[in-house]
């Protein structure tokens, strides 16, 4: 069965911190994505990587970075974390050759 | 700009009843089109998708969705809704053609609620 896992479901940090969100898919997808979620805006991409060092950004990276040093795992990172950075963040994966992308089950970041 | 709207924020409907939930897109091309479910605190399932062919598309759980290219439009529908449905969905596109680094890389709708009654 398909997976793709995020390191923590809760995140309390606090303004100004760095924080790591990881995320692993034991499919071999080329692609990976990070989205945050928040009411009445659905998912925005923040970032993308289509490959192992590569990396692209997406809709709202400002404020965000990311590293993928191994095919199969992804991070995001908040270089220093702020308030309006609180919301759910998910991540998925996909082939090259779209067919529907496979998420994780989010982390939920609350930044204080 | 490429978008994907959802018109109904949140939906309420009883047990049983049938369902529909209306995704329209603005893309120069028609898209890869996708739905997929969020229940509570959960990440998000793939429902169903249309890439060509038949424009009625079956899913899991039941659901089944068209795409009908005159109204730019891919809705999803329910014959009849159980409670276990009570979750968020959203409409996805993703550009046939996008090719390069942009291949595989989805818009989002702003999702709608279903909430049912028993």
């Known amino acids: 069965d398909v997976k793709v896992t995020q390191s923590s479901r809760y995140l309390v940090k606090r303004t100004g911190e760095k924080v790591f969100l990881e995320c692993v898919q034991d499919?071999?997808?080329?692609?990976m994505f990070w989205y945050r979620q928040d009411p009445g805006l659905g998912l925005r991409l923040i970032y993308f990587s289509y490959d192992v060092k590569m990396k692209e950004k997406g809709d709202i990276p400002e404020g965000y970075s990311v590293s993928r040093e191994k095919k199969e795992r992804f991070s995001l990172i908040l270089e220093s974390a702020s308030t309006n950075q609180t919301s759910m963040y998910l991540c998925?994966?996909?082939?090259?050759?779209?067919?529907?992308?496979?998420f994780g089950p989010g982390t939920r970041l609350t930044v204080l | 700009a490429q978008s994907v709207t959802q018109p109904d924020i949140h939906i309420t409907v009883s047990e049983g009843a049938s369902l529909e939930l209306r995704c329209n897109y603005s893309?120069?091309?028609?898209?890869?089109l996708f739905w997929y479910v969020q229940s509570p605190g959960q990440g998000l399932q793939l429902l169903l998708k249309y890439f060509s062919g038949d424009t009625l598309v079956q899913g899991i759980k039941g659901f089944e969705a068209e795409f009908k290219r005159s109204q730019s439009s891919f809705n999803l529908r329910k014959p009849s809704v159980h409670w276990s449905d009570a979750a968020e969905y959203f409409c996805a596109v993703v550009h046939p053609n996008a090719g390069g680094t942009s291949y595989g890389k989805l818009t989002f709708g702003q999702g709608t609620i279903l909430t049912v009654h028993p």
């Open positions: 893309y120069g091309a028609t898209p890869y």
């Open positions: 998925a994966s996909s082939t090259m050759d779209v067919i529907g992308q496979f």
């Open positions: 499919m071999d997808h080329e692609n």
